[in-house]
């Protein structure tokens, strides 16, 4: 009896709908780390933010996945031009965008949390800001790498504005005659420390990947199976407030590509536009 009430409960429908939303990860991390600097890119959007000067409202984030170097631009709308078309100025010096990857949520949250900080109640004053906020992002040493971006980019760390009013030993070097042989022993030394910056980034992303991997609950769909998909703010029912259902629809498995990408399609056989993660995902049962 107890098997036959578990199974009933397991296929009702509002049940199933209403259920919450899982919060443990159920694909295994995958480390993503260039083999030089600027050779491999991540990109992803931020937005909508507080209105702008000239209606400025999105923010187009690239990040180097050897260097950590980050670079932004701000957009009053993002359409899939602006991304292959994107012209940040150092970009354009050192190289171009290889990879159509998602930047990591952490380099866009530092940025995020920095214009915070800057803004107060002139929220819509972030595009001034923002430069700021990637200079002293650049000029930070990163907990990963133990070096600057800056550093890891030009081979020697950058010359902050305080050291300019407040001379240091190294900006005193500067002065003597003996500078231009400092630079370039500072350049010798570069692909020496890119080569222990990449080793350290690599113990750093073993222990992060087991440290996230412990809490793995791992779901696979197979073609055919029936799924629900997680409610996001555009899909909302109007009006329902709290008592909103956390799974909508009815679709089908039509596709499984890598990394836990599903293809689907509606009942009738129409397909969605763009695949969805296992995370966004849940069976349904009938």
């Not at 995958?30 to 702008?52: E, H, N, R, Y």
């Not at 380099?107 to 800057?118: F, G, T």
């Not at 790498?145 to 980019?153: D, I, V």
């Not at 909302?236 to 590509?257: D, M, R």
Request: net charge positive; glycine share 6%.
């Amino acid at each position: 009896m107890k098997k036959y009430a578990a199974a009933y409960v397991k296929r009702c429908d509002k049940c199933q709908r209403y259920a919450p939303i899982p919060h443990m990860p159920s694909t295994t991390l995958k480390s993503i780390s260039g083999p030089w600097p600027f050779a491999q890119w991540g990109m992803d959007i931020v937005g909508p933010l507080p209105t702008a000067p000239a209606q400025k409202k999105f923010l187009l984030v690239a990040t180097n996945y050897f260097s950590k170097w980050v670079e932004a631009e701000a957009y009053a709308s993002i359409k899939d031009r602006d991304v292959t078309k994107a012209k940040y100025p150092e970009l354009v010096l050192h190289t171009t965008i290889s990879s159509k990857q998602w930047a990591s949520r952490s380099h866009k949250q530092n940025l995020i949390n920095a214009l915070k900080k800057r803004l107060e109640q002139a929220k819509g004053k972030w595009v001034e800001e923002l430069p700021g906020v990637l200079w002293a992002y650049r000029t930070t040493p990163g907990r990963s790498t133990g070096n600057t971006p800056f550093a890891l980019a030009y081979g020697m760390d950058a010359v902050i504005p305080t050291e300019i009013g407040l001379p240091t030993i190294r900006t005193d070097a500067t002065k003597q005659s003996d500078a231009n042989m400092e630079l370039g022993r500072n350049l010798d030394w570069t692909d020496e420390v890119r080569e222990s910056v990449a080793i350290r980034m690599a113990d750093y992303q073993q222990k992060a990947s087991a440290h996230y991997n412990r809490k793995v609950r791992p779901r696979n769909f197979k073609n055919g199976t029936l799924v629900l998909r997680k409610v996001f703010e555009n899909t909302t029912e109007v009006g329902a407030g709290k008592f909103q259902a956390n799974w909508e629809g009815l679709y089908i498995v039509s596709k499984v590509s890598d990394n836990g990408a599903y293809h689907l399609q509606k009942l009738d056989g129409t397909p969605l536009l763009r695949p969805w993660n296992v995370s966004n995902l849940k069976q349904y049962y009938q």
